[in-house]
């Protein structure tokens, strides 16, 4: 939501201006609506620092509670705040789905574990996740803790792939693989967890300079790390092209790969109109949705490439 500008929307967490349902006016809002939501952040902030500390953070607890950007409070903007709300209703409904899908992997646990256990952590992880959102608006979009935030996103997608390959007992003509469309395969992944991490530099660059620079010149301002985050992109696509080429004789990876390949190409098409258009912030969003559904995919072909699967028994 920072690339929207929608991130603080909602100053608390998890309800929005104190309500479930947000206000659209200043005027339902108290006078002092600033400082009261700064006040509530400062004593989460305290409690999160608290906890840094615990775990060793000292040096980051410390930029927590000394970083008085931290709490500066956003104008309301009725916009801002229903399109931070509707994400989080998004949210609302995968936890549903992530916490359905725990229920019903409860009576596999001791015919097939591997469901159970892998969808107790997937459980864990979107809680975990919902959490430290909280965290992120409680720091006021600090830039770390939105990179945590993502990572944390690539992590939850990960464990779904798995469950869909453990649990798929008919996949569409998979085979296994030479070892050498293996290593491949595991280079395109590899190279595309880089490329969302480099993405991640150049969106904590923007970060510092939306305030002080006009869009149209964001760009131009980034230097080193955007143009190696756009050539990179080069290695990506040439990468992924050959496994594509590769894996044509094999029906299941051969989908799936060719699906890889035309989410990579919009993907990069989403980051030369964030180039060459002064970075809109509708294809922000847009970009890194497209970056999280490749990894996910390419960790599916990564879980399918032995050619061997866990059979999921039927449960009466």
Not at 163 to 175: A, K, W
């Amino acid at each position: 939501m920072r690339s929207t500008g929608s991130g603080m929307g909602c100053p608390d967490w998890p309800r929005c201006f104190g309500s479930w349902v947000p206000p659209t006016s200043v005027d339902q809002l108290p006078t002092n609506y600033k400082e009261t939501y700064a006040a509530l952040r400062e004593k989460k902030n305290q409690k999160f620092a608290n906890f840094l500390v615990m775990i060793g953070l000292s040096e980051t607890a410390n930029k927590v509670l000394h970083d008085k950007s931290i709490l500066e409070e956003s104008e309301f903007n009725s916009a801002r705040t229903w399109t931070e709300y509707l994400n989080r209703v998004a949210g609302v409904v995968i936890g549903l789905f992530i916490t359905v899908l725990f229920i019903r992997s409860w009576k596999f646990r001791k015919v097939s574990p591997h469901v159970f256990w892998f969808s107790l952590a997937t459980l864990v992880g979107v809680i975990f996740q919902g959490w430290f959102g909280s965290i992120v608006v409680s720091t006021n979009l600090t830039t770390w803790t939105i990179t945590v935030h993502m990572f944390l996103a690539l992590i939850i997608v990960g464990l779904l792939a798995y469950l869909i390959h453990i649990t798929d007992n008919q996949p569409i003509g998979f085979e296994a693989i030479a070892a050498k469309e293996k290593a491949l395969l595991w280079a395109c992944f590899l190279t595309m967890f880089i490329q969302i991490f480099l993405g991640t530099e150049v969106r904590e660059m923007i970060d510092k300079i939306v305030t002080t620079l006009p869009r149209n010149e964001w760009i131009s301002s980034l230097g080193i790390p955007f143009l190696i985050h756009r050539s990179f992109s080069i290695l990506v696509i040439v990468l992924n092209l050959i496994l594509f080429l590769k894996l044509k004789q094999t029906r299941g990876q051969n989908i799936l790969s060719r699906v890889v390949l035309i989410l990579i190409l919009a993907s990069t098409a989403t980051g030369v109109g964030m180039a060459y258009f002064s970075v809109p912030s509708f294809l922000q969003p847009v970009h890194l949705l497209l970056a999280t559904i490749t990894s996910g995919t390419q960790l599916l072909m990564i879980f399918r490439s032995s050619g061997q699967k866990e059979v999921v028994a039927e449960v009466a």
